[in-house]
T-cell receptor, first 114, second 118 residues
Framework: KQEVTQIPAALSVPEGENLVLNCSFTDSAIYNLQWFRQDPGKGLTSLLLIQSSQREQTSGRLNASLDKSSGRSTLYIAASQPGDSATYLCAVRPGSGGYQKVTFGIGTKLQVIP | ETGVTQTPRHLVMGMTNKKSLKCEQHLGHNAMYWYKQSAKKPLELMFVYSLEERVENNSVPSRFSPECPNSSHLFLHLHTLQPEDSALYLC?????????????????FGPGTRLTVL
């Protein structure tokens, strides 16, 4: 059974700092890995999706990397801003199944202090 | 804002009430999902309607009943709920089946319904 762990559970940083969020998974037979953002009481917004054959994806100040063999992904946020404050979720889709088997982490709650 | 809408956004109900949650997707997708999100727990997949087939999580209590009248609409009927059912209920959609460029590799989520059971 796939397990997804996100560390740290919560993070508070001053504005402008670069930061790294971590996601680890136990089964390396994945189809893709996705990072989502969730604002309080709201749905999930997709940030970056990395296919199993890729090593990283970039969008603006965000960079996500994937090391499938070690079961790890990182989300790097450059020059953090107060608007980045949210919970960041990692989700893994298995290589053998559809979305029925997507496994989510609990998330990292980020607070960026002005 | 996403192409997936959910109503109501907030719902408070007693344990003897019957209510329904509604989800609508405007993306032309062929799969829709209900998730439950509780505090300090990962998202839990409750039901999937994919290519007109229903797939369910066997651990979901029968007091939750899904309905998918067409590919754009999804309902979750609630009856005799318990206080531990209080959570954020999220709907999502995706394009499954791998048909050329219409396949999506991601799910699109609605804003959720915050349910409180008294």
């Amino acid at each position: 059974k796939q397990e997804v762990t996100q560390i740290p559970a919560a993070l508070s940083v001053p504005e402008g700092e670069n930061l790294v969020l971590n996601c680890s998974f136990t089964d390396s037979a994945i189809y893709n890995l996705q990072w989502f953002r969730q604002d309080p009481g709201k749905g999930l917004t997709s940030l970056l999706l990395i296919q199993s054959s890729q090593r990283e994806q970039t969008s603006g100040r965000l960079n996500a990397s994937l090391d499938k063999s070690s079961g790890r992904s990182t989300l790097y946020i450059a020059a953090s801003q107060p608007g980045d404050s949210a919970t960041y979720l990692c989700a893994v889709r298995p290589g053998s199944g559809g979305y029925q088997k997507v496994t989510f982490g609990i998330g990292t709650k980020l607070q960026v202090i002005p | 804002e996403t192409g997936v809408t959910q109503t109501p956004r907030h719902l408070v109900m007693g344990m003897t009430n019957k209510k329904s949650l509604k989800c609508e997707q405007h993306l032309g997708h062929n799969a829709m999902y209900w998730y439950k999100q509780s505090a300090k727990k990962p998202l839990e997949l409750m039901f999937v309607y994919s290519l007109e087939e229903r797939v369910e999580n066997n651990s979901v209590p029968s007091r939750f009943s899904p309905e998918c009248p067409n590919s754009s609409h999804l309902f979750l009927h609630l009856h005799t709920l318990q206080p531990e059912d209080s959570a954020l209920y999220l709907c999502a959609s995706s394009q499954e089946g791998g048909r050329g460029d219409r396949r999506t590799d991601t799910q699109y989520f609605g804003p959720g319904t915050r349910l409180t059971v008294l």
